[in-house]
């Protein structure tokens, strides 16, 4: 009986179980199962940490944290509507060349009431 043993250990041919596939496939189900109702389990259990939590919410004015991020952006969208740093709006067509007639005659204007001498400088 020992040298069949010593067989097995050296790697020799083991005796093969014709239901050991089946036992296996049984093993795997079952455990299929326990995780399932592992994870049901714990939902269920979150769900009625969740509903506690909400209450306390409710009783003390708190609000979710996903709540808090919505209306924080809210608040920077309605604040960037009037700030300096929101996106800049595309300028309507015929806007930009105007700001140049109008700083030339600003210049003109300014030399007018510039005395004789100063105003040929500048026109020349």
Known sequence: GATKDMGKMLG????KDP?????????????????EERKAKYAKM??????MRQ????KYGIKKKEEKEAEA???????????????KKAIPPGCGDEE????????????K???????DMFKK
């Open 113 to 119: 009431y510039l005395p004789g001498p100063l105003q």
């Open 73 to 87: 952006q809210a608040a920077l969208e309605a604040n960037a509507e009037g700030s300096l740093t929101r996106p």
């Open 19 to 35: 239901d050991a596939a089946k036992k296996e496939e049984e093993r795997q189900e079952a455990l299929r199962q326990e995780e």
């Open 46 to 51: 979150e769900a009625e940490r969740e509903v």
């Open 55 to 58: 209450g306390i919410r409710d």
């Open 12 to 15: 020799g041919d083991e005796e």
């Open 100 to 111: 140049a007639e109008e700083e030339e005659s600003i210049l003109d204007t300014v030399i």
